[in-house]
């Protein structure tokens, strides 16, 4: 007879510990294959919709224009040639964009993402748009921000402006 057998029943205890250590073994495999999900989820400050009605327009010239900065890295500057941008900022963008490009430079994979944090009017018609991007650069992404300053061009807006922004410390990380 075994010794469960002899206690008079099955070892009930030692099941729910094995069953128990399986359920924290699981969720363990689960976060590490699902890590980036969990670390925007707990490291990341929340996001709440900052928009008013008209920042649409906005938006999508920032997309636009990231969009054509996503196809400039992988094609070549021409793709820039529509973008909707200021001629400062495109000359800009285009010496970037020449730079990553020259020979034995890791080229960007690409956009990966792109969340508009908050998108506010300024004055004459203009608004300031915040985004979180996330690149992918020689095999590793990387979470940049950016300010973007959009002007009115006619009837269409147009991106004047681009700016890095560095991350805000956490209230917890400062001394």
Known sequence: MGAGAARGGL???????????????????AMADEWAIFRDAWFSPPRGPERSESAP?????????AAAVDRAYRGGTAALDAAPAGAALLADLRAEIAF???PGAGTPEGLRRLDVLAARPE???AWRVATEETWAFGGADSRLRFSYRVA????????????????EPHADAIP
Do not use: I, K, Q, S
């Not at 070892?11 to 495999?29: H, I, N, S």
């Not at 327009?57 to 224009?65: G, S």
């Not at 061009?153 to 991350?167: F, Q, W």
């Open 100 to 102: 990553a490009r020259r």
């Open 123 to 125: 004055p004459g018609g």
């Open 11 to 29: 070892p009930a205890a030692r099941y729910a510990a094995v069953a128990g250590l399986f359920a924290v073994a699981f969720v363990a495999l």
């Open 152 to 167: 009115p061009d006619g009837a269409d807006l147009r991106v004047e402006e681009a700016t890095p922004v560095l991350p």
């Open 57 to 65: 327009e906005a938006e999508r010239a920032v997309r636009a224009l």
